[in-house]
């Protein structure tokens, strides 16, 4: 059976598209990691029928060749990039929880080396998830 679109349309397809959705407003709520879970299986079906595939191997190969970030970092990036814009802003509301956003915002840099900004966080996701094993 061929396909209409590549391997390559169906994923930025699924990255542009699909992925807003399906993280949408995980930046701002509390997680369980069961939940994580199961929005990362959804991701891994997705691409174990886009590949054709049942290896997890394969699954993680593909997301490090189409720089496709697991979930759970894909939502730590979108939560540092939230608590760097929420304890920028000067809304008296948010100030009242400034140190609270600026705390977790520290908290999030401290797991990796030398990073400062949401930036440099996502360049170090990135370059540790894509480096070959």
Do not use: G, W
């Amino acid at each position: 059976m061929d396909r209409a679109a590549s391997e390559d349309t169906i994923l930025e397809l699924l990255r542009s598209k699909c992925l807003p959705v399906l993280l949408y407003a995980t930046e701002v709520c509390p997680m369980l990691s069961r939940d994580k879970q199961s929005l990362e299986f959804t991701l891994t079906r997705l691409f174990m029928k886009t590949f054709r595939t049942a290896s997890p191997a394969v699954v993680t190969e593909c997301q490090r060749n189409f720089r496709f970030l697991p979930v759970v970092l894909q939502i730590q990036i979108r939560t540092a990039r939230f608590l760097q814009v929420f304890a920028a802003t000067e809304n008296s509301l948010c100030l009242l929880f400034h140190d609270n956003a600026a705390k977790q915002l520290y908290d999030i840099f401290r797991e990796y080396d030398n990073v400062r900004t949401v930036n440099q966080l996502a360049n170090s996701i990135y370059d540790a998830f894509t480096a070959i094993e």
